[in-house]
């Protein structure tokens, strides 16, 4: 086989791969205006003096037995042997866009399958490989990984920890000698590793500096590298992380590694976030008959397993009045359900809360014109169910081995059949039996000991779940699903491809909700992460934030209310009303537009915006976190309008903003145009900006900006 060179295509990414006799990636960045495959000669190595005698190319499945002394791509053993296979390229198939190349080690008796596709408007990169067994002996198979090289330049990575109520908090390290790694054996995406990471030029910001950025698609144990060879040469690594014995291939079976998502841009953050997210509009978000995402009423933080029918049909008519569009009763429905302690498993209605079952609610619900929706875990079971009473052996678990309860629960083994035809069985009932439009399904403990016949399955937990989900979702198509767990502890492309929202955190504290969103914003656009108002003392955090800071910190998402209307005072109430009424009316922009991250010079202000794609149409969010760093705030420059136009600029919305004459404390004269809108052409507003106000900390206002 000839040395082929592939060049694959996009709008604004180009990716060339020498196919042969090995696969390497040679370029993975912006667009080329010219290319043509004798230019690979001008990247051609030289080998070093002092080390093995030969270039040791950064193939596709990097492999050890080439003399790659980083973590290899491939990792496993037939009982010791066939440790270091060498793949070698038997097949290429191509086109602009997509490249499926072949390769094999006869002598160990393996094929490897990898998969490139380009995404021709959006230049987003999916890598998948997939690894197959052909001899008769089984293959251990430790480690599948993507591993894609980035540019020297590429000297700083960010990527993102969390906790419970903390999600997506961003942390930076630079990548010079040694690496970076991340693992996460938790059994879900997990609060505290985000399966992503960017790698970038130092100090890339959110507009300057080139950025590499790699997703996993994965909703189980992953682990994530960043590694700097000893010659300078850089790779980022992603894989689904495989438990001791877990990943063991029979003559002709086959491992495919979750796809991996990968953007490149050259102006920052910006510049790949907003490829994802057009990735994820155009290629996995799916909303029956494309709905507008309908503003949410969730019961929990309102009434939690305290459920009253008569009290709960009250609340709905408040919601109702308050403009929500979809009503859902969240934990406390079935039975023995009283507290987090029991219940969990036993997916029967509790008739001593609903005597009438469930069905007045919901017809009361739908009479008022709103959409119904139901909490569920599924994968979980209390020690105090009938279900653990009947089946104790159906936990996912280790015989011999006692494990820790989580939030007092055990985890079922879903792959065992009956567990998963009882949980079918059950759902079923529920979604067939009701009208319900959504269902918000809760995933709150992390898996120990998780053994189904007394072997360590996770991988094949996580492939079971997906099954439950599509299984339920070929019956039941336009219902829609949310990923919970214990807020954002299951959020990824693959399970995106098979739900509608993301509850991105338990901790609706505005504050904090602020730097949550940002952090899951690289990787989602607004419409699928869930942001609600809650009570004015949040019940995480106990801070107290005005309905105006909470009100616009839930308005760009999918948004929600998550408290109880009925005992809210008309203030509170006249509050969540004109934020609902507002998010309706910016809702087509917010989730259609550009999302933008603006560089303030001040990190005391976090300013993020939605331009139309037309860029006829923008607001711009300015969130005060703590107190200034300055006298002035200085002014805001806004990205992605049109230069060649000019805007009316006005404030949209914000709580009441007053001179020290008016009774305010921070400003003695307002800009203008915090008084009446003005007028200014784009190229100006884009390069000189608009002056913002001195204002409080933990307060925000909206600027709308619209073409005239
Ligand atoms: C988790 C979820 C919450 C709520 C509770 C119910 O913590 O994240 O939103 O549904 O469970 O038990």
């Known amino acids: 086989m000839s040395s082929e060179v592939i060049r694959l295509t996009s709008d604004n990414t180009d990716v060339i791969v020498r196919c042969a006799p090995d696969a390497e990636i040679l370029y993975w960045g912006p667009t080329l205006r010219g290319f043509s495959p004798q230019d690979v000669i001008a990247i051609q190595r030289p080998v070093p003096n002092g080390r093995l005698d030969v270039d040791t190319p950064l193939t596709l499945a990097m492999e050890y037995g080439r003399g790659q002394f980083g973590a290899p791509g491939i990792e496993g053993h037939r009982n010791g042997y066939h440790a270091a296979p060498i793949f070698n390229t038997v097949s290429v198939e191509s086109d602009d866009h997509a490249l499926t190349l072949v390769s094999e080690d006869a002598l160990a008796g393996l094929t490897l399958t990898s998969e490139l596709r380009l995404h021709p408007r959006t230049g987003v990169l999916q890598v998948r490989h997939t690894l197959k067994n052909l001899s008769s002996d089984a293959w251990q198979l430790d480690r599948l990984a993507v591993t894609l090289p980035v540019p020297e330049r590429a000297d700083e990575v960010m990527a993102f920890h969390g906790r419970w109520l903390r999600e997506f908090q961003p942390h930076r390290v630079p990548l010079r000698h040694g690496g970076y790694l991340q693992e996460s054996r938790r059994g879900r995406s997990s609060h505290e590793y985000f399966p992503a990471m960017v790698v970038g030029e ?37 894989e689904a992380l495989y438990l001791p014995g877990e990943m063991r291939l029979a003559q002709g079976e086959s491992c495919a590694t979750p796809w991996v998502y990968a953007a490149c841009g050259t102006a920052g953050l910006n510049s790949m976030s907003q490829q994802y997210h057009d990735f994820l509009r155009k290629e996995i978000i799916r909303f029956p008959d494309d709905k507008a995402r309908p503003v949410h009423l969730n019961t929990w933080e309102g009434i939690y397993f ?13 919601a109702a009045e308050l403009g929500v569009e979809r009503f859902i009763i969240d934990d406390g429905w079935f039975r023995g359900r009283d507290h987090d302690q029991a219940g969990l498993g036993d997916w029967y209605l509790d008739e001593k809360k609903y005597p009438q079952g469930l ?46 309860t989580g939030r007092y629960q055990y985890v079922l083994d879903l792959s065992n059949p009956d567990v998963f035809a009882y949980l079918l069985e059950r759902l079923n009932w529920l979604l067939g039996e009701h009208p ?19 072997k360590l399955a996770v991988d094949a937990q996580t492939h079971q779940f997906y099954r439950l989900l599509d299984a339920l979702r070929e019956r039941f198509p336009q219902v829609e699903f ?125 300013v993020t915006g939605v331009v139309s794609r037309d860029r006829s149409q923008a607001v711009f969010l300015m969130a005060q976190l703590k107190m200034p760093d300055y006298t002035l705030a200085g002014n805001l420059r806004f ?11 006005r404030l949209l919305d914000s709580q009441q903003i ?18 009446h809108p003005i007028d200014a052409s784009g190229d100006w507003l884009m390069q000189a900006g608009l002056a913002l106000p001195v204002v409080v900390p933990e307060s925000a206002l909206l600027i709308e900006l619209t073409k005239i």
């Open 658 to 675: 007053k001179t020290v004459r008016e009774g305010g404390g921070s400003m003695r004269e307002l800009p203008p145009w915090l008084r």
């Open 482 to 606: 949310e990923s919970c767990a214990s807020g954002g502890g299951r959020i990824d492309y693959e399970v995106l491809k098979r739900t509608h929202r993301f509850w991105t955190s338990d901790n609706n504290d505005a504050l904090e909700r602020q730097a949550i969103q940002r952090g899951m914003s690289y990787f989602f656009p607004p419409e699928v992460m869930g942001q609600h108002i809650g009570h004015y003392r949040c019940h995480a955090t106990h801070r107290k934030h005005t309905i105006e800071f909470r009100g616009l910190t839930a308005l760009f998402g999918h948004m929600g209310i998550e408290l109880d209307p009925v005992r809210a005072d008309d203030e509170e109430r006249a509050g969540y009303k004109r934020y609902v009424s507002l998010h309706k009316q910016l809702r087509p922009l917010l989730h259609s537009g550009t999302t933008w991250r603006v560089d303030m010079p001040d990190d005391t202000v976090q």
């Open 639 to 649: 990205p992605g309008l049109d230069p060649d136009a000019r805007y009316r600029v």
């Open 359 to 404: 069905m007045p609610v919901i017809e009361h619900v739908k009479q008022l014109g709103m959409e119904f929706g139901i909490w569920v875990e599924p994968e979980m079971i209390n020690p105090d169910s009938d279900l653990f009473r009947a089946h104790p052996d159906w936990l996912l678990q280790l015989p011999g081995y006692s494990q820790p």
């Open 436 to 454: 319900i439009d959504y269902v918000k399904w809760d995933m709150n403990r992390e898996l120990v000991q998780p053994g189904h016949a007394g």
């Open 202 to 238: 130092s100090g890339f910001t959110e507009q300057r500096g080139a950025v590499w950025g790699v997703h996993l698609g994965w909703s189980g144990n992953h682990r994530l590298r960043a590694d700097v060879k000893t010659d300078g040469r850089r790779v980022v690594q992603a």
């Open 306 to 318: 305290d459920h009253d029918p008569d009290y709960i049909m009250q609340m709905a008519t408040q």
